[in-house]
């Protein structure tokens, strides 16, 4: 045999072998990127639909926030005019107080006074008598 034929023999016997397992390999890489490219897509797809959801809420909650922001000036708007009711309630309060005080010294002085004309009365029947 020439040494051409033992190279070419030697080749094919140790590595031809082995270049048929780095193809079957190399194709079983690729069938796996292809899975793993596929399944990145997958996520890629979900994390779109969660992106659109997440815009959504966000567009619900800043909804939300405006009619809380609405409801607390109106809140706002009520309280104030709840303060200034209760405030004419008191000086009304007050000045009832008042009448109702001089009421009661008017009470006192009339019976006061009528005592007086009593005893001035009986002070002239003594004096008559």
């Keep these: 045999m020439e040494l051409k034929e033992v190279i070419t ?37 979900r994390l779109d639909d969660v992106n659109i959801h997440l815009a959504d809420q966000s567009r619900r909650i800043d909804g939300t926030n405006k009619r809380i922001d609405e409801t607390n000036k109106r809140i706002d708007a009520i309280h104030a005019d709840l303060l200034k009711r209760i405030d004419e309630v008191n000086h009304r309060l007050n000045r009832l107080y008042e009448v109702i005080v001089r009421r009661d010294e008017h009470t006192q002085l009339e019976q006061r006074v009528l005592r007086l004309e009593q005893e001035v009365e009986e002070i002239k029947r003594k004096i008559t008598a």
Excluded: A, H, Q, W
Excluded at 10 to 27: A, D, Q, S, V, Y
Excluded at 29 to 37: A, G, M, R, V
């Design 9 to 45: 023999n030697t080749f094919k016997e140790l590595i031809l072998p082995e270049l048929g397992r780095i193809k079957e390999e190399n194709k079983e890489i690729k069938n796996y990127l292809s899975f793993i490219n596929k399944r990145l897509d997958d996520v890629n797809r």
